[in-house]
């Protein structure tokens, strides 16, 4: 059987029925069944719309720090500055590079070190009156110190043995860093006992 289809007034193609369903199309705005037997339209979602503006301002979360916590701003300098002169001074380090050369040695003889720089600045008249008695000058030519021999003739006169205990003890406490005047007339104090010297120093008896 021979059928023409040009003759047909409807179309050949039919979209098939829509099927029923109780729960509705999303963005259709189909009618949706209600209970009582009314379709209320369901309106299609709102579109939304991306802006790229920056959030609006009031967002996050805002600081206080109380007045007492805040940090002053530093002081303006003056934007130029005169430069600093430098120092003309010349430091004399031979002193130090006599200690250090006297650490290395295996016996250091640090009394005879401390007696060689105190001698510059022995008082001009205690160089005086050795030049004048000749009990002081005997003790020098033996070795022992111009300024504690001095004082212990001051204070011993032509005694041997106390002169050179004198001499002995006055050099150690003066390496502590007492001064002479004070280290004479404490030894001569105590006859020469440096533990009983040393409690009257460190007591600050005067």
């Known amino acids: ?9 409807a ?10 369903s109780m729960y509705p199309r999303v963005g259709g705005g189909q009618p949706v069944p209600h209970p009582g037997g009314r379709a209320t339209a369901v309106p299609p979602p709102p579109l939304h719309h991306h ?3 920056a959030a609006p301002s009031g967002y996050g979360i805002k600081v206080m720090i109380k007045p007492e916590y805040r940090v002053t701003p530093p002081p303006q300098l003056s934007p130029q500055m005169a430069e600093v ?22 016996n250091p003889n640090w009394s005879a ?10 008082p001009a008249l205690a160089s005086s009156s050795s030049s004048r008695d000749p009990v002081v000058s ?3 030519s033996m070795g022992l110190d111009l300024e ?3 004082l212990a003739v001051k204070h ?3 005694n041997p043995a106390k002169v050179r205990e004198f001499v002995k003890e006055f050099g150690v406490l003066r390496e502590m860093g007492f001064s002479p005047n004070k280290v004479a007339e404490v030894l001569a104090m105590y006859d020469n006992d440096r533990e009983k010297a040393v409690w009257h120093f460190l007591n600050g008896s005067t």
Do not use: C, W
């Open 113 to 122: 070190l401390a007696m060689q720089y105190q001698q510059p600045k022995i």
């Open 156 to 158: 011993y006169g032509d």
């Open 51 to 53: 802006s790229s503006s």
């Open 138 to 140: 005997k003790y020098v």
């Open 1 to 9: 059987m021979d059928y023409d289809f040009r003759n047909r007034t």
């Open 85 to 106: 002169p430098r120092s003309t001074f010349q430091f004399d380090f031979d002193f130090e590079k006599k200690i250090l050369a006297e650490a290395e040695k295996e």
């Open 148 to 150: 504690a021999v001095t």
């Open 11 to 20: 179309p050949s193609y039919r979209p098939p029925p829509a099927p029923t």
